[in-house]
Structure formats: structure tokens, C-alpha cells
């Protein structure tokens, strides 16, 4: 289909909602909030749909699901995104020059950003509520593979939309063909931004084929750093979180560097993973102290591949290092610059980590699991960028603002 009517109504919209009150936007996302939770069977009924349709074996299978306690969540986000301020129209600088111009630098809206993703209906309330409280319209760009669950969650928002007169064209969801995407990503003059939500694969597509402007929420190939001051209690509980809490999210763990005069906790530090059947790729170094000590058929030698890899399921390598210096470099080498964590009691070490690991989310002492714009208190995230123009990190009501100059005179004019 020819795409540009479609984009052209949307642009029509976006720039009518600078002028919604505040108390108007936070309504609209409470009753958004309120519909998925008495929508819950219906939802959940049309993503069974798109459920069938794929092997639960495949690593986007649990991204696909919607379950009952997570429309609890994403309803609780959106009602938490309700109750933060509104980023449009902050006074960011202010100076009065000697001439007496008044000039304010003042937060704006995008205007009209495009959401390129897979198989996570979730995105689909996250990006609209992100995007209506910062006063942008948004181009929905999902995949066939939750077709009918976006579909389906599209059709409540638009309700509750039409209720409040808002122009329902606010929020698009574009068909699900490969043509779509490349007018998407073409959209010159109707389109400001483009953020793609997926796998590498996605993201590097994105990149090489849009005319517009990407933000990249990349791929997290995530470390924990097991240090030689690291204590072995709570390295257990944080590598086994950061592993298995939701092996399918972009910030679950992917290799454990472990400092080769701690190999003897190795054992202790993945015990509890071979309860969740979690398979091990470990160096030599490691694959030696684990032998006998973690169950041989979860247990195989790293190779290569073994590292710099998002296994977005239940595998995890492990990478000896003789020092600190050698597992920044190891780091350095494979990170993706998402997320990365060390595990110390010397303070000296972990402010130098901090300052040395060039990632969008530094850790000391706890999980990566926490890379997540609910957990930095930002109600719910559009993608967790991983570049330095702009956004980096978890991105919210505040990155989905520009801004421009305002300046103000009384008849000046200038030499």
C-alpha cells in the first residue's frame, strides 16, 4: 500500500496535541491503563493467535507473551508515566542580553517518531503513552508475528482516543509488509525520528536503510565482572538474577569474567544455574575448575563464537582473566555499550570500572536486570539506546523532547 496518505494524516495530528492540557493527556492514560485491565481476556485471546503461530522454543517467544500479571504491569506503567511531569515546555536556559533580547531554550516535542519492532506487543502501550505524554504522535511498525495482539491493543487505545476527541490518527499502526518498512523509513518530511526495537539484525537494517534520522536501542551483550575483592555471596545471587530472571530482555546477562585467583568460588558463583538448565561456555581455565562441578551435559568448551554473543536464552560463557586490566579489555572487545557490572568490595576498583567501561549502564554490586526505565523511575521506556547522540541509556518522556529557541524583543534590530 501507498503509505504517504497515512503519513500525512498523522503528521495533521501530531500537531494538534501541543495544545491538550496536561490533565487531559493523563486522563487519556489512566483510561488506557483501566481498558487493558478490563480488556485483559480479549487481549490475551488475540495474542494467543499470534502465539500459535510460533515454536515456544524461539528466544522471542516470551517477548511475545502476554500473561495477566504483565498487563498488570504495563497498565501500572502507564499510570506511573500519568503521574510524572510533563516534559514539553520547560524553560531548559534563560539569559537576557546586554542588547535586552530575552532568549529561552524550550523542551519540544519531536513531533512525529516512527517505532520499528518485533515481537513485543508490550512496546505498543509503552511507545503510545511515552509518546503522548511528551506530545508526539507515533508510527507503529511491528512485526507479523504479533500482528493480531497489536492489532487488538491499538483498536482500545483508538477507543479511548475518539472518546476524548483526539484525533486517532495520534497513534498508527502500519500493515506488517517488508514495503511498509522501507516507506517508514523513507518518510522524509512526515516523519522526525526513527527508533527500531529488536534483534541486531533489525537495528542494523534500520541503520543502513533509513533517510531519516535512528536513534539505535542496540543489542545488550552484557558482562558481569567477578573481581578479585568480589564477594562470593552476593556475586551468587546477582549472576544467577542477572542470568535467569528473563533470559530474553536485552539486559540479561551473557558472559561472567571471573579474575583467575577467584576460580575456585566459580563453582559456588553458578551452582544454582543448573537448576534452571542453563548452559555454560566456558574458557579453559574454567572449564577445568566446573568439570565435575556442574552438570557435564550443561557444560561445553568457549569457543570463539562464545563471546560477544546475545544469547537471549539460557546460555551464559564464562571468561577467565588474570587482572582487572585484562577484563576491561576483554570487555572493551565484545560489549555492545549497554550494560555492565562488576562485582567488588575495593572501592578504588569499582570507581575506576566506572569510569573506565564505556557503556550506557554501569553497574557495582548488584544486577544488569535493572537496565529498565521502570526501574530508574522513569514510568516506562521507548528503548534502551546504546549510542551517544542525543539519548543514551533507558529512554523516556525527556528523550522524546527537543528543543528550540525562544527569543523575545522589543523593536531591536541588529547592527
Known amino acids: 500500500m501507498d503509505c504517504t496518505p497515512v503519513f500525512q494524516r498523522v503528521l495533521k495530528a501530531s500537531r494538534k496535541l501541543n495544545l491538550l492540557e496536561v ?23 488475540e495474542n494467543a493467535r499470534d502465539l500459535a503461530r510460533m515454536d515456544p522454543s524461539d528466544s522471542r517467544y516470551d517477548r511475545l507473551q502476554l500473561t495477566p500479571e504483565r498487563i498488570e504491569g504495563i497498565a501500572g506503567d502507564m499510570r506511573a508515566v500519568a503521574r510524572l511531569p510533563y516534559p514539553v515546555g520547560r524553560i531548559l536556559s534563560e539569559t537576557i542580553r546586554p542588547n535586552g533580547l530575552t532568549i529561552r531554550k524550550v523542551s519540544v516535542p519531536f513531533g512525529v517518531i516512527g517505532i520499528i519492532y518485533e515481537a513485543r506487543p508490550n512496546v505498543t502501550f509503552d511507545v503510545f503513552s511515552l509518546c503522548l505524554k511528551s506530545g508526539n504522535a507515533c508510527i507503529l511498525k511491528g512485526g507479523s508475528d504479533a500482528i493480531d495482539s497489536n492489532t487488538a491493543i491499538v483498536g482500545l487505545i483508538r477507543k479511548v482516543l475518539k472518546k476524548y476527541g483526539i484525533d486517532e490518527h495520534t497513534l498508527t499502526l502500519l500493515p506488517a509488509g517488508r514495503e511498509e518498512t522501507m516507506q517508514l523509513l523513507n518518510a522524509r518530511g512526515f516523519v522526525d525520528l526513527i527508533i527500531p526495537r529488536g534483534s541486531q539484525n533489525l537495528i542494523n537494517y534500520v541503520r543502513e536503510n533509513a533517510t531519516i534520522p535512528v536513534i539505535e536501542t542496540g543489542a545488550g551483550i552484557c558482562h558481569t565482572y567477578f573481581e578479585h575483592s568480589g564477594d562470593r555471596e552476593k556475586g551468587r545471587s546477582i549472576v544467577f538474577n542477572a542470568k535467569t530472571r528473563r533470559v530474553s530482555v536485552c539486559n540479561a546477562l551473557d558472559c561472567l569474567v571471573i579474575d583467575e585467583s577467584r576460580l575456585s568460588d566459580l563453582p559456588y558463583l553458578v551452582e544454582k544455574m543448573a537448576g534452571k538448565d542453563v548452559l555454560i561456555y566456558a574458557d579453559e581455565k574454567a572449564f577445568s575448575v566446573l568439570k565435575g562441578n556442574y552438570p557435564d551435559h550443561l557444560l561445553e568448551p568457549a569457543t570463539e563464537a562464545s563471546f560477544g554473543t546475545e544469547f537471549l536464552s539460557y546460555k551464559m560463557s564464562v571468561k577467565t582473566v588474570s587482572g582487572f586490566d585484562e577484563a576491561l579489555d576483554h570487555i572493551a572487545r565484545y560489549s555492545s555499550k549497554h550494560s555492565e557490572a562488576i562485582i567488588a568490595e575495593n572501592p578504588d576498583r569499582i570507581d575506576m570500572f566506572r569510569k573506565l567501561v564505556d557503556a550506557a549502564a554501569v553497574y557495582s554490586n548488584t544486577s544488569t536486570a535493572y537496565t529498565d526505565g521502570a526501574q530508574f523511575g522513569l514510568g516506562a521506556e521507548i ?7 542525543h539519548a543514551r541509556g533507558p529512554m523516556a518522556l525527556e528523550e522524546l523532547t527537543s528543543y528550540k529557541w525562544i527569543v523575545e524583543g522589543d523593536g531591536q534590530v541588529r547592527p
Do not use: D
Open 23 to 45: 490533565e487531559t493527556l493523563n486522563c487519556i492514560l489512566n483510561e488506557v491503563a483501566g481498558e487493558a485491565l478490563a480488556q485483559t481476556e480479549y487481549i490475551l485471546s
Open 383 to 389: 528503548g534502551i539506546s546504546t549510542q551517544k547522540l
